[in-house]
């Protein structure tokens, strides 16, 4: 048995749920068979690594592995697999290289080798690299999947290599008309995989930019990253970008090119310096070649897997390394002759992409044209939301005119869109120093305020705005003082100076009209709702500009302000309806997506999700949908206020659902964050040691917590109300109540959460009057998720079983039983306290009726989705949850409804 490759990952990333499927045919103890497909150094070898590792001791392992030209060598695959063993039957070894006897004793010998290997035991079988296999090995392998027995056979093999001349071919169509084959296709890592395997192999995070780039240079094929980190000791992530193909590898990619004929070779030199994407009419006038004897050419590449077709008329390399190896070998007159070549063709045919005309002007060396195509190219990216080409180009322009301030502000604002904050201060600096006109100088400051508020860079942002405040006193009045305007009422916002936010909004907003400005005014009229929407008590009318600007944003191509606009309006006082919700959800994502907005297209998404899904009162689909976000970035380093952006949600998430170990290695991730809010760490910790019950640890945070919001401007209603909930569980004597409340209700806090929290501290102190109608009052109110208002009816039932109203309470108890069905925690907890009391069924007791009647609301939805024929991936899709808890949705309607097929169910539902 040979033993198999590892990696330069310590873990195996982005394939967990491939593992656990196979995790789950090997347990089973019964015959199973799973055929793995990908391309080369996708990591089929290592998912089989990995999967063996989780087998029990007693299972028997066999891994054979096929090798090229295997085909004149029969059972090479079983040889390989029993090589060293010394159990092997020398009889039935014999029999089986025996070329003097029949095919069908040999096949009979080697079933026969396996039999005396495995016997009885449960057993693991490996057939590595099928599409190699010898007609015997295949063979074998389908008469091993027509046994019986608790084994798991699997074969591994390569797509692209399998064809009608070889075996594997016809093994794979017989293996799907005999067998319930479960079939695992390895795709390549995205992005965030690839982030993540740097960081386990480096054991650090990886910086945005290297982490993309590198993505890009190895397609997210694991194993050309794994040789690129091989080659490079110390593993410095950011030299890897430019470092040079290591020799084995480059050796390995060029094979696939070697034995062309020299009019091939020339042709696919020609591509390989044409670029990412390569025209057919591009390539045939670079090259000469005819229209016939071209396709000819790209059809044997096709084939060979060197090319693909990406488009119409339009092919790329499958690996980009593959294009980079070949290019290596290439003289620098020869690629630049060809460069020369691929520019005169496109600027003769007035071509529209400048990117491809920057490529081939840089390689060149004719600059003027490159610069020229970087400027145009930098805007048009910039408009179709293409933020790191727009960056790319820019910055190409910048490396020969490095003080061009129109190509500065297109780097600034690619920079922050794609999150790269360091380069956007960068550039951004660099911009606001050189520009001439006083609304580039106000536009760079704009922009310089939202990066520094985003890095969290605070001295930054008070240095800003008193620059801000004398270019406003220098300006005469006009579109230059409005904008700087409008910079200054951004930086009073993100600084939480509400009132200053306001002011600069609405001088802001007279100059736009009266110099006829409607850039600014839409800029202005963002800042102005976004801080209304801060004030519980303006936060309608906050709501109302911030709607009617989005429709003006969006029909103005301003797609930046409309994704921030949607965002506030996600991130503030909830809508109507969950769909509204929704609606405005992905709304902000499309727009971002447009944008080139990274962090409201994806980190922001995600939080919105979770959001959406509070609001619904599915607390495991908020908490699937940030450990999702989380884990997209974790193999990142990030910034400011994007480092561990859903920590603090996660954290609190945690917390409700009483995860007390989970809560607090994410609170200890975060401490080790440098510049966090000052009340966050404090809050956490003190909410944390109150539900582990550990009151000298909560008395010491709630110390801290009290100095550091003295000098936070702003207040949470919802941190409010959890942390007064967690002092009450824990007992913090009546002073400390009464001093916590003092800190955290100020005049912005929600009325209706001021009101919960005074109720609840009235019952503490045994005012069930006064506190039961603190509860009644706010038992509907709607800036309440399901989960508070639970918690409300649940206060105000203890407050009526205080006063004997026990039919009351419990009327308050059922109300509360529907909107904390899909929580769980410290809530639920309290419910099934109040039921107890109440002499009621347990909330976990099963229901009291069969049938539709016995669906919550929230899977009668569902039921109806499914009755319409949507999948779990669909159904995740359309209510915003993932498609885990899609499928648990599912499995409880199936199991409440007595059926067994999703038919059934909406058969069920019709009729009801």
Not at 248 to 277: F, K, M, N, W, Y
Not at 449 to 465: F, G, K, P
Not at 474 to 497: F, K, N
């Amino acid at each position: 048995m040979r033993t198999l490759r590892g990696g330069a990952s310590p873990v195996m990333i982005g394939r967990e749920s491939e593992l656990r499927r196979l995790t789950q045919l090997a347990s089973a103890r019964e015959p199973a068979v799973a055929l793995i497909a990908g391309e080369p150094g996708i990591g089929k070898t290592r998912l089989v690594h990995e999967l063996l590792a989780t087998v029990p001791a007693e299972t028997v392992v066999l891994v054979g592995q096929a090798e090229p030209g295997s085909l004149a060598r029969p059972y090479e695959v079983l040889l390989d697999a029993i090589d060293g063993r010394p159990e092997v039957d020398d009889e039935h070894l014999a029999a089986l290289a025996d070329a003097g006897r029949s095919p069908v004793e040999r096949l009979h010998a080697g079933l026969a080798l396996l039999a005396d290997l495995i016997g009885d035991a449960p057993a693991v079988i490996v057939f590595e690299d099928l599409h190699w296999a010898d007609s015997e090995s295949a063979a074998l392998f389908e008469r091993i999947a027509d046994q019986r027995g608790p084994r798991l056979l699997i074969g591994t093999y390569r797509p692209d290599e399998v064809s009608r001349r070889r075996p594997v071919a016809g093994l794979l169509a017989r293996m799907e008309r005999r067998h319930a084959v479960s079939h695992v296709l390895l795709d390549r890592l995205t992005p965030a995989q690839t982030a993540a395997l740097l960081a386990a192999a480096t054991g650090s995070p990886a910086p945005l930019r290297a982490a993309t780039a590198l993505h890009h240079r190895t397609g997210g094929n694991p194993f050309f990253l794994e040789e690129l980190l091989r080659a490079l000791p110390g593993y410095d992530v950011e030299a890897l970008v430019e470092q040079p193909l290591p020799w084995s590898l480059a050796d390995v990619l060029r094979r696939q090119v070697d034995d062309l004929d020299p009019e091939s070779h020339r042709i696919v030199e020609a591509a390989t310096v044409l670029g990412h994407r390569i025209p057919f009419d591009l390539l045939a006038d670079v090259t000469g070649t005819g229209e016939d004897a071209l396709i000819a050419v790209l059809r044997d590449l096709v084939t060979r897997g060197v090319l693909v077709e990406s488009g119409e008329d339009e092919f790329a390399f499958r690996h980009a390394l593959v294009r980079e190896a070949i290019a290596d070998q290439m003289l620098g007159r020869q690629r630049r002759r060809l460069h020369e070549a691929a520019l005169d063709v496109l600027l003769r045919g007035g071509a529209s992409d400048p990117a491809m005309v920057a490529h081939h002007a840089r390689g060149a060396g004719r600059y003027p044209d490159m610069i020229a195509a970087a400027r145009g190219g930098a805007a048009l990216y910039l408009s179709i939301g293409s933020a790191y080409q727009a960056l790319q180009l820019a910055e190409m322009g910048l490396d020969e005119v490095p003080d061009d301030t129109g190509l500065l502000a297109a780097a600034a604002r690619a920079a922050w869109l794609a999150g790269l904050l360091d380069d956007a201060l960068r550039y951004g600096r660099r911009w606001r120093d050189l520009a001439d006109l006083a609304t580039d100088r106000a536009e760079s400051l704009y922009l310089l305020v939202r990066i520094a508020w985003e890095s969290r860079e605070t001295d930054e942002m008070r240095a800003l705005t008193q620059h801000i405040e004398t270019l406003i006193a220098q300006l005469p009045p006009g579109e230059g003082q409005a904008r700087a305007m409008t910079a200054i009422a951004q930086s009073a916002y993100l600084r939480d100076d509400l009132d200053a936010a306001l002011l600069w909004c609405d001088r802001a907003l007279a100059l736009a009209d009266e110099f006829d400005l409607p850039a600014v005014r839409l800029a202005a009229l963002l800042e102005k709702g976004s801080t209304l929407s801060e004030r519980p008590q303006r936060a309608a009318e906050g709501r109302e500009l911030l709607s009617g600007l989005v429709d003006d944003a969006e029909k103005a191509g301003e797609w930046v302000l409309a994704a921030r606009a949607l965002h506030c309006l996600v991130q503030g006082e909830p809508p109507a309806s969950p769909a509204e919700h929704a609606e405005i959800l992905e709304r902000m994502r499309v727009d971002a997506e447009r944008a080139g907005f990274e962090s409201l297209a994806v980190a922001t998404y995600f939080q919105g999700r979770a959001r959406l899904a509070v609001r619904a009162g599915d607390l495991d689909a908020a908490i699937a949908a940030l450990e999702e976000g989380r884990e997209q970035d974790s193999g990142y380093r990030r910034v400011g206020r994007w480092a561990d952006y859903h920590g603090v949600f996660l954290a609190g998430l945690y917390l409700e659902a009483g995860e007390l170990d989970r809560a607090g290695r994410v609170v200890t991730d975060l401490a080790a964050l440098p510049n966090n809010p000052p009340s966050t760490i404090p809050g956490l910790a003190f909410h944390l040691a109150c539900r582990r019950a550990d009151l000298p640890r909560a008395e010491a945070a709630l110390d801290e917590f009290v100095i550091a919001l003295s000098g936070q401007p702003w207040r949470s209603s919802e941190q409010a109300h959890d942390l007064i909930s967690a002092a009450l569980e824990i007992g913090l004597p009546p002073h400390r109540l009464d001093q916590m409340a003092a800190v955290l209700l100020d005049a912005d806090v929600w009325d209706a959460y001021r009101t919960l929290v005074e109720a609840q501290l009235a019952e503490a102190r045994g005012e069930h009057a006064a506190a039961l109608a603190g509860y009644l009052a706010v038992a509907d109110a709607h800036i309440f998720g399901p989960a508070t208002r639970g918690t409300v009816h649940v206060g105000a039932a203890r407050c009526l079983l205080a006063a004997g109203r026990s039919g009351e309470a419990a009327a308050q108890t059922a109300a509360a039983v529907a909107l904390l069905d899909g929580w769980r925690g410290w809530r639920v907890t309290q419910l099934a306290q109040i039921r107890t009391r109440l002499g009621m069924a347990p909330a976990d007791a099963p229901p009291a009726v069969t049938g539709p009647a016995a669906l919550t609301p929230r899977e009668r939805e569902v039921a109806v989705l499914i009755s319409d024929g949507l999948t779990n991936t669909e159904l995740a899709r359309r209510l915003y949850i993932s498609p885990k808890t899609a499928a648990v949705h599912v499995s409880n309607i199936l199991r409440k409804l007595g059926v067994s097929s999703r038919t059934e169910v909406g058969n069920l539902v019709g009729r009801s």
